[in-house]
């Protein structure tokens, strides 16, 4: 069975510093990938996708991931993060196409400070 | 505007009192899923339905029902819940097509059982 690993439950980082969520999956077949953002008391929101293609992602708000096959990874990132970005971010894999299920990882909470 | 509704946005309930949780599109989907969110666990799918009256079981089935008899909608019902099916509940939908796997969700469902 397909899963993914967040690594990290809660990432704290300082306003225009990088941040870095890990994700990795495990998956006998080609993965599609995704990161999705939730703010506080709010629904899921896509930030970017991986199908097909370019393997580096650019998504919303200035977020990116890429998509490394050998490491089974697609980690996020963002250059210099702002306060607003404080959220939760999952990352969520699609690996059985026919039904289409997200497997989603345990989610990472992000803290941006002054 | 394109989007995903659910009601009621908040619910509590008692245990074995039968209650209904709607969802809507607007966007024609074909494909159309439930989630339920609890902490440290990600989502995980309960039921999901690819076309009208269409229906099968996800990760976490039981206790649940569903409905698919018109296009727009996909109900979820809780027969006699629980204080476990206490969480937060997202519809989705997908468009029809291949390589469509982007989902749309709604705004959540906050059900508590006492």
């Known amino acids: 069975a397909q899963s993914v690993t967040q690594l990290g439950s809660h990432v704290s980082v300082s306003e225009g510093a990088l941040v870095l969520l890990r994700c990795n999956y495990s998956?006998?077949?080609?993965?599609?990938l995704f990161w999705y953002v939730q703010y506080p008391n709010q629904g899921l929101q896509l930030l970017l996708k991986?199908?097909?293609?370019?393997?580096l992602v650019k998504g919303i708000n200035g977020f990116e991931a890429e998509f490394k096959k050998s490491e089974t990874s697609f980690h996020l990132t963002k250059p210099s993060p702002h306060m607003s970005d404080a959220a939760e971010y999952f990352c969520?894999?699609?690996?059985?196409?026919?039904?289409?299920?997200?497997?989603f990882g345990s989610g990472t909470r992000l803290q941006v400070q002054p | 505007e394109a989007q995903v509704t659910q009601n009621p946005r908040y619910l509590i309930t008692v245990t074995g009192k039968k209650l209904t949780v709607t969802c809507s599109q607007n966007m024609n989907h074909e494909y159309m899923s439930w989630y339920r969110q609890d902490p440290g666990l990600g989502l995980r799918q309960i039921y999901y339905?690819?076309?009208?009256?269409?229906?099968d079981k996800g990760d976490v089935p039981e206790g649940y029902k569903v409905s698919r008899k018109e296009k727009r909608n996909f109900p979820l019902i809780l027969e006699s819940p629980s204080p476990n099916q206490t969480s937060l509940y997202f519809c989705?939908?997908?468009?029809?097509?291949?390589?469509?796997?982007?989902?749309?969700f709604g705004p959540g469902t906050r059900l508590t059982v006492t």
């Open positions: 989705a939908s997908i468009p029809h097509g291949r390589g469509a796997y982007e989902q749309y």
């Open positions: 998956s006998s077949v080609p993965p599609y």
């Open positions: 991986y199908t097909t293609g370019a393997t």
């Open positions: 969520a894999v699609i690996t059985d196409t026919g039904r289409r299920a997200l497997t």
């Open positions: 339905s690819m076309n009208v009256e269409v229906t």
